[in-house]
C-alpha cells in the first residue's frame, strides 16, 4: 500500500516537473512540422534558425536592409578651392578699376561673392570690379559653399596734386604821365570772367573733334556720374555718341575750390573707364580710339577751372587753356 502512494506521488511530481519545463521555453508546437509547412520561422536572439542553423545568405528574407554598409553611406562633398587671378592689386588713382577674376577647383557653377573690407578706400560689384576711392590699405574677400574664404590684399596709393598757388596781381604803378599801367598785357581776360564756352568755340574751330553733343543731366548723370551734383558757375561736358569715341572736351567753373578734386576725379574715372584696366575692353572699345583715351588725355586746372580733354593735340590745348589766365 505504501508502495502504491508512493508511487502515485512520483508520478505527480514527474508531470509537473515537465510542466514547468515547457512554460520556461514559451511552449511548444502542437503540430511538430508547421515550423517547415506554415512558411514562417520564429528567429532565435542569436539571429539563427529555430533548429540551430544560420540563414540562407540567398533569400531575400534574410539579407541585409538596402541602404545599410558601405554602398549605403552618403558621399561627401568635395572641398572647393577659390584662386583669384592676382594675390594683391594697386590702384594710384581716385576711380581706377580692376577686374578681379577667379578659378574653382574641382570645376563648379557656385556663386563667388565679393566682399570690400573697407568701402572708404575701394568698392567692389557683384562681378568683382574694384573701384578706388582713396588712398589706404584694406583688403577683397571671395566667397563661396564648401570652400574657404581667400582674401586679395588692395593698395590705394596717390599723392593729392597740387594746386598751383595763385598769386596776388601786382597793384597798378604810377607810368609818371598822371595814368596807370598794370605792368602787363591789360588785353589779358581776368580768371573770373574766363567764358568756356566762347574757349570751347575757339578749339573746335582750330582743332577738328569728333561729332561732340553737350551733355544735359541725365547724359552728365550717365556718363560723368557725380559731375551734375557739383555746384558750378560754368559747366560744359561735351561727349561723343558716336561708337568709335576718338575724344570728348570737359570745362568746369566750380564755385567753391574744395569741389577741385571731386572735377578732376570725376574726368580721371571717365578716362580710366574708356582705357580699361588690361584685362579686358574698356569703353572706348576699338584699339584705335583706346589708345587716344590712353595716350592723348589731359586733366588740368587752373585756379576754380578744370578741364578734361582727349585729342591728338591735347598739348596744344593745355596751353591755350593756362594762357587764358
Same mark, same amino acid.
Not at 113 to 129: A, C, L, M, P, R
Not at 175 to 203: E, K, M, R
Given at each position: @500500500?505504501?508502495?502504491?502512494?508512493?508511487a502515485?506521488?512520483?508520478?505527480?511530481?514527474?508531470?509537473l516537473s515537465l510542466?514547468a519545463?515547457?512554460g520556461?521555453?514559451?511552449?511548444?508546437?502542437?503540430?511538430p512540422g508547421?515550423s517547415?509547412?506554415?512558411?514562417?520561422?520564429?528567429?532565435?536572439p542569436d539571429?539563427?534558425?529555430?533548429?540551430?542553423?544560420?540563414p540562407d545568405?540567398s533569400?531575400? +528574407?534574410?539579407s541585409v536592409?538596402?541602404?545599410?554598409?558601405?554602398? #549605403?553611406d552618403?558621399q561627401?562633398?568635395?572641398t572647393?578651392t577659390?584662386?583669384?587671378?592676382?594675390?594683391?592689386?594697386?590702384?594710384t588713382k *581716385?576711380?581706377?578699376?580692376f577686374?578681379?577674376? /577667379?578659378?574653382?577647383?574641382?570645376?563648379?557653377? *557656385?556663386?563667388?561673392?565679393f566682399?570690400?573690407?573697407?568701402?572708404?578706400?575701394?568698392? &567692389?560689384n557683384?562681378e568683382?570690379?574694384? $573701384?578706388?576711392?582713396?588712398p #589706404? =590699405?584694406?583688403n577683397v574677400?571671395?566667397q563661396?559653399?564648401?570652400?574657404?574664404?581667400?582674401?586679395?590684399a588692395?593698395?590705394?596709393? %596717390?599723392k593729392?596734386e597740387?594746386?598751383?598757388e595763385?598769386k596776388? =596781381?601786382? +597793384?597798378?604803378?604810377?607810368?609818371?604821365s598822371?595814368g596807370?599801367?598794370?605792368?602787363?598785357d591789360s588785353?589779358? $581776360?581776368?580768371?573770373?570772367?574766363?567764358d568756356?564756352s *566762347?574757349f /570751347?568755340t575757339t578749339?573746335?574751330?582750330?582743332?577738328e573733334f569728333?561729332m561732340?553733343?553737350?551733355?544735359?543731366a541725365?547724359?552728365?548723370?550717365q556718363?560723368y556720374?557725380?559731375?551734375?551734383?557739383?555746384?558750378?558757375?560754368q559747366?560744359?561736358? /561735351?561727349?561723343?555718341m @558716336?561708337?568709335m569715341?576718338?575724344?570728348?572736351f570737359?570745362l &568746369?567753373? &566750380?564755385?567753391d575750390?574744395?569741389d577741385v578734386?571731386?572735377? =578732376?576725379a570725376?574726368?580721371?574715372?571717365?578716362?580710366?573707364y574708356?582705357?580699361?584696366?588690361g584685362n579686358?575692353?574698356?569703353?572706348? %572699345?576699338y584699339?584705335g580710339p583706346t589708345?587716344? %583715351?590712353?595716350?592723348?588725355?589731359r586733366?588740368v586746372?587752373?585756379?576754380n577751372y578744370?578741364?578734361?580733354v582727349?585729342?591728338?593735340n591735347?598739348?596744344?590745348?593745355?596751353?591755350?587753356?593756362n594762357?587764358?589766365?
Amino acid at each position: @500500500m505504501k508502495r502504491r502512494i508512493f508511487a502515485v506521488v512520483l508520478a505527480g511530481a514527474m508531470v509537473l516537473s515537465l510542466a514547468a519545463c515547457g512554460g520556461k521555453n514559451g511552449g511548444t508546437s502542437s503540430n511538430p512540422g508547421s515550423s517547415s509547412g506554415s512558411g514562417t520561422s520564429s528567429s532565435q536572439p542569436d539571429g539563427s534558425n529555430p533548429d540551430g542553423s544560420q540563414p540562407d545568405a540567398s533569400n531575400p +528574407d534574410s539579407s541585409v536592409p538596402s541602404g545599410s554598409g558601405s554602398n #549605403g553611406d552618403l558621399q561627401p562633398i568635395p572641398t572647393i578651392t577659390i584662386t583669384p587671378n592676382k594675390t594683391s592689386v594697386k590702384l594710384t588713382k *581716385a576711380g581706377a578699376t580692376f577686374q578681379l577674376r /577667379y578659378t574653382l577647383e574641382p570645376e563648379t557653377d *557656385a556663386k563667388v561673392t565679393f566682399t570690400s573690407g573697407n568701402d572708404k578706400v575701394i568698392t &567692389v560689384n557683384s562681378e568683382g570690379v574694384i $573701384t578706388a576711392v582713396a588712398p #589706404g =590699405k584694406t583688403n577683397v574677400s571671395l566667397q563661396c559653399d564648401n570652400a574657404s574664404t581667400v582674401t586679395v590684399a588692395v593698395e590705394c596709393d %596717390w599723392k593729392a596734386e597740387t594746386k598751383p598757388e595763385e598769386k596776388p =596781381k601786382p +597793384d597798378p604803378k604810377p607810368d609818371g604821365s598822371g595814368g596807370s599801367s598794370s605792368g602787363g598785357d591789360s588785353s589779358s $581776360t581776368p580768371a573770373s570772367n574766363v567764358d568756356l564756352s *566762347a574757349f /570751347y568755340t575757339t578749339i573746335t574751330g582750330k582743332y577738328e573733334f569728333g561729332m561732340l553733343e553737350l551733355a544735359d543731366a541725365s547724359l552728365m548723370d550717365q556718363f560723368y556720374a557725380g559731375m551734375s551734383d557739383v555746384s558750378a558757375e560754368q559747366k560744359l561736358i /561735351y561727349i561723343t555718341m @558716336m561708337s568709335m569715341n576718338n575724344g570728348e572736351f570737359g570745362l &568746369v567753373q &566750380v564755385k567753391d575750390s574744395k569741389d577741385v578734386d571731386t572735377v =578732376k576725379a570725376i574726368f580721371q574715372a571717365r578716362i580710366d573707364y574708356m582705357v580699361g584696366d588690361g584685362n579686358g575692353p574698356g569703353g572706348a %572699345w576699338y584699339p584705335g580710339p583706346t589708345e587716344q %583715351w590712353q595716350n592723348n588725355s589731359r586733366v588740368v586746372t587752373n585756379g576754380n577751372y578744370v578741364m578734361m580733354v582727349v585729342h591728338e593735340n591735347c598739348d596744344d590745348i593745355v596751353n591755350e587753356f593756362n594762357a587764358l589766365f
